[in-house]
């Protein structure tokens, strides 16, 4: 099912029993926020606050949803799937990345529906749209009636969390990568229209920036959105194709066109189902210090300049909802909709590097700092191969610190089997790859370097000639038939349990 709302996707929700109403007062200073983790531990509901309180007691004019993605169900929900299909998300993803020519005619013609799929996909503009029902412009903009989070205690302001930020480059028409960008920067509230953009630079919304301010075009339009339809939301965070924008891959999770309304103050189009708008310019001579905030690494990160977004407009409906989040040690959202991307990555690393059985990104490595990756092994060096193979192949895992490899049978999703492995497969000196002077996530303070640090691959598959000279170990396994037979009756004898065999 496809959801053309944020308020759309709320009312299945709640229909299945996966959103629930507080209509206790709470307030978006910390409060939220511990509230957030323990239902996040518990993989709990999302959740609408009907009720939220300003610091002098007064009530804002809107509720807050949060733990809208803190499972992976409602994560799949969000791109119109099941947990199980979102796997067949990634093929896609795989097909329109690196389309193999087809193996004959009747191939061929099996590809078409999904070609005219992607091309009917384009969104589409419309004069009216609910993201405008409500126009503040000029001194009436004002930040401080939304109700935005303060997550962690002592960080500096207030800090939207949720921003689908819209960005088009200098050359649009010219360069595929000016194209409409939709990422996702946290932003610190600095004023009553001011707040700072805190995009990383290999991300594409910095990269457009860049790119305008090298071309002297003065301040770049930007255009934030607060509570999108949960596939356009999730596409921000996808790894598509740089031939396909964010809103047609929107629209194919969605089975139809994400409709667009042009901004009132800037040259970009934006979501019309959207709740909230901020529009505003980026500018190219303003810088501010941002942080330190709680971040997905389970601590404040350092102190760093970003530029400043000025807010010219804010848009909404007249009974907008305001999406906010945190972030923090795992489990958090990002994490969550990290696991969930997981299963999208398999396909389009299966697609490059065939001989990968499975491929696990274990939440609580910070959703991508660590990698563990099956493989069916067929050459002396094979597991190196796949380890550089993935630190290079997609941006996500760029900052991939640790990468683990096993043979196919080892469950790569079982910590107990990966640490089997590495204690009876490995060498300490011999099996471990270590690469310096990479780039590496800033915020990883462990790093010897702000952004540069090293990489360390663990080979832990069996090895082959010439891997080493010694004659290699063979698994004790029990003999088929005496595990039938136990099996068989395991009734008769009278002990407790279920008596499943272990074997594989």
Known sequence: MAYSSLREFMQRLEAAGRLVRVPAPVSPHLEMTEIQTRLLAERGPAVLFEDVRKSDGSKYPMPVLVNLFGTVERVAWGMGREPGQLREVG?????????????????????LPLVRTVMAMKPKTVGSAPCQQVIYQGDDVDLSMLPIQGCWPGEPAPLITWPLVVTQGPNPDGDKRDAFNLGIYRMQVTGRNTTLMRWLKHRGGAQQFRRWVAEGRGPMPAAVVIGADPATIIAAVTPVPETLSEYQFA??????????????TVPLKVPAEAEIVLEGHVMPDETGPEGPYGDHTGYYNNVEDFPVFRVSAVTMRRDPVYLSTFTGRPPDEPSVLGEALNEVFIPLLTQQFPEIVDFWLPPEGCSYRIAVVSIKKSYPGHAKRVMFGIWSFLKQFMY?????????????????????AISTRMDPARDITVVEGTPIDYLDFASPESGLGGKL??????????????????????????????????????LPGAGRPIWK
């Not at 629209?251 to 009132?264: F, I, N, P």
């Open 251 to 264: 629209g194919l999770l969605r089975g139809a066109k994400v409709e667009l309304a042009e901004c009132r």
């Open 400 to 420: 991939t610190k640790f990468v683990i490899v096993v043979d196919d049978d080892i469950d790569c999703r079982d910590w107990k089997d990966v640490m089997w």
């Open 457 to 494: 691959g663990l080979d832990a598959t069996n090895k082959w000639p010439p891997e080493t000279k010694r004659e290699w170990g063979t698994k004790i396994r029990m003999a088929d038939d005496m595990v039938e037979q136990v099996t068989r009756r395991w009734s008769e004898y009278g």
């Open 91 to 111: 093929e896609t993803l795989a097909f329109l990345k690196q389309p193999e020519p087809p193996g004959g005619l009747r191939e061929a013609m099996g590809m």
